[in-house]
C-alpha cells in the first residue's frame, strides 16, 4: 500500500528556510526516513512537493483514485486559506493527517485558523521533521 506525502509552498526550501523554525532537515532527508519506516511495515511512500494550490488538490483526488492507504498533508500556509483543500479532503475517503513541523497555534494569529484540520482525521504539529514520522506512525497503528 502506499502512502502519499503532499507538501505545500516553499517546503522545497525546506533546510535553508528559516532553520530556527522549521530546523535544518531537508525534504529529501525527510522522505528517506518516511521511506525506511514505511518498508518496515510494507508500505512505500509517495514524497511530492508543489508551490501551487491546484495541484494538491489533483494530488488528493489521484490519492482517492489510485487506493492510497493515507496522505500525510503539510499544505504549508494554504492550511490557512484554502477552501478548496477543505473541500478536497471532505470529497475523498482516503484518510488525511495533517502535518506541520512548527506549532502554528502558537505563532501568529493567522496560523491559528486551520481549513485543513477541519477535515483531517488528524492533525500532527510541532514535533519538527518527527511530525512527519509520528504522523506516518498513526497510519502503520491503524488509529488512522
Ligand atoms: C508549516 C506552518 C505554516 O503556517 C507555514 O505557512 C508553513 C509551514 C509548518 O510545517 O510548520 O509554510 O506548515
Known amino acids: 500500500d502506499k502512502v502519499y506525502v503532499l507538501n505545500g509552498p516553499n517546503l522545497n526550501l525546506l533546510g535553508l528556510r528559516e532553520p530556527e523554525i522549521y530546523g535544518s532537515t531537508t525534504l529529501d532527508e525527510i522522505a528517506g526516513t518516511l521511506e525506511d519506516k514505511a518498508r518496515e511495515h510494507g508500505l512505500s511512500i509517495d514524497m511530492r512537493q508543489t508551490n501551487h494550490e491546484g495541484m494538491l ?8 483514485a489510485e487506493g492510497a492507504r493515507a496522505v500525510l498533508l503539510n499544505a504549508a500556509a494554504y492550511t490557512h486559506t484554502s477552501i478548496a483543500l477543505l473541500d478536497a479532503i471532505k470529497a475523498i475517503t482516503t484518510p488525511v493527517v495533517e502535518v506541520h513541523l512548527s506549532n502554528p497555534k502558537t505563532r501568529e494569529e493567522f496560523r491559528h485558523l486551520s481549513y485543513v484540520g477541519m477535515a483531517a482525521a488528524k492533525t500532527v504539529e510541532g514535533h519538527g521533521a518527527a511530525s512527519y514520522t509520528i504522523a506516518l506512525d498513526a497510519v502503520v497503528s491503524g488509529e488512522v
Open 57 to 64: 488538490v489533483d494530488w488528493l483526488h489521484e490519492a482517492q
